[in-house]
């Protein structure tokens, strides 16, 4: 069973940036992704990458974030830059045992979830 450790959130301005973090206990032919959830509102996904690093991220932060990983240490990445307030969420880290990631506008099934790292962007 895959198990998804997160690090990383935190407190920012407006402006600022983070580095989020997810140590994978399984690293080989895997779709990653993070997604977020604000209070009130549905899981989103924000971005995504497969194991032959083909990417995919949400138009809200396109030129904003990227995703990243490293082999050696297990650990998928997500570094946030002009964070803006409507960035708050709980972020997620996804993992699913399979050659390419889904699309975001679709339920991402048989998906192994992380316990959520909290971003807060204060204006």
């Known amino acids: 069973q895959v198990q998804l450790v997160e690090s990383g959130g935190g407190s920012v301005q407006a402006g600022g940036s983070l580095r989020l973090s997810c140590v994978s206990s399984?690293?080989?032919?895997?779709?990653m992704g993070w997604f977020r959830q604000a209070p009130g509102k549905e899981r989103e996904g924000v971005a995504a990458?497969?194991?032959?690093?083909?990417?995919n991220y949400a138009d809200s932060v396109a030129g904003r974030f990227t995703i990243s990983r490293d082999n050696a240490k297990n650990t998928l990445y997500l570094q946030m830059s002009s964070l803006k307030p409507e960035d708050t969420a709980m972020y997620y880290c996804?993992?699913?045992?399979?050659?390419?990631?889904?699309?975001?506008?679709?339920?991402?099934?048989?998906?192994?979830w992380g316990q959520g790292t909290q971003v807060t962007v204060s204006s």
């Open positions: 399984t690293w080989s032919g895997w779709c």
């Open positions: 990458m497969d194991f032959v690093d083909r990417l």
């Open positions: 996804a993992y699913r045992h399979s050659t390419a990631c889904p699309s975001f506008s679709i339920q991402w099934e048989s998906t192994t």
